[in-house]
């Protein structure tokens, strides 16, 4: 049985920093492209980054210089690192494997003043 749990959002002011985190249980982590994404009500979900097994990553061009991707093998957990975040940010963040349909229950994000 595959889990995601997401955690490490909350409210940041803007030009704050978060670092959110994704324990993935299961047998899929080692081999799994992982990537984050976020949505808004009323829009589509929206990929933010990826990274693969070897440590490959891609970036939205919107969170590019601000947010990093990174993966643990040993603790099977995926992190994003929130940098210099603007209120456009606000979403939930979820995690996911890339071509799975396993998602978790998301972590809220706000930048407000």
């Known amino acids: 049985q595959v889990q995601l749990v997401e955690s490490g959002g909350g409210l940041v002011q803007p030009g704050g920093s978060l670092r959110l985190s994704c324990a993935v249980s299961?047998?899929?982590?080692?081999?799994?492209?992982m990537g984050w994404y976020r949505q808004t009500p009323g829009k589509q979900r929206e990929l933010v980054a990826t990274i693969t097994p070897t440590g490959i990553t891609t970036y939205a061009d919107s969170v590019k210089g601000r947010f990093t991707i990174s993966r643990d093998g040993a603790k099977n957990t995926v992190y994003l690192e929130m940098n210099t975040l603007k209120p456009e940010d606000t979403a939930v963040y979820y995690c996911?494997?890339?071509?799975?349909?396993?998602w978790g229950q998301g972590t809220q994000v706000t930048v407000s003043s």
């Open positions: 299961g047998r899929i982590f080692s081999a799994a492209v």
């Open positions: 996911h494997p890339l071509g799975m349909a396993y």
